[in-house]
């Protein structure tokens, strides 16, 4: 799997979300972290580590669809959160994954829905698209 991908993965997750407050659609953030991190836009960072920057892209469907990549995984554990985890281990690789892992938050964000929790998370798990194409 490759940033295309996981760029891809986040449209279809955030594809029936409302706009914002502010009128922008969830998923502009989202696409807006990872052309940061690939070195294009305000407060670029030029980071050309896939990894990196599919984690960029993939922290918050963490943080927001749990459940929903749980799901995709054919998972149901205890823990939607760690099962989520898992399932971006295995289609995008563990050190993405890990990255996402250290950099999700615990606490549902407002206006989505509340996830199961674990205080181990971190601990316990181990292991636009066509810009963001031609960037790598």
């Not at 490759?2 to 279809?12: K, P, Q, Y």
């Not at 295995?90 to 950099?103: E, K, L, N, V, W």
Request: aromatic letters at 4%.
């Amino acid at each position: 799997a490759c940033i295309v991908d996981m760029s891809n993965l986040m449209d279809r997750l955030y594809e029936d979300l409302p706009p914002r407050n502010d009128g922008a659609h969830p998923i502009a953030h989202i696409k807006r972290v990872g052309l940061k991190l690939a070195g294009k836009g305000n407060g670029r960072y030029g980071i050309r580590d896939k990894d990196i920057i599919i984690a960029g892209l993939g922290h918050d469907g963490i943080e927001d669809h749990a459940e929903a990549l749980a799901r995709l995984g054919n998972r149901s554990g205890e823990n939607d959160h760690i099962e989520a985890l898992q399932y971006m281990s295995d289609t995008f690789g563990t050190s993405s994954a890990d990255i996402m892992a250290h950099t999700t938050r615990k606490k549902p964000k407002k206006g989505f829905p509340a996830r199961k929790e674990s205080h181990r998370t971190r601990n316990t798990f181990r292991g636009s698209s066509t810009t963001l194409e031609r960037l790598l």
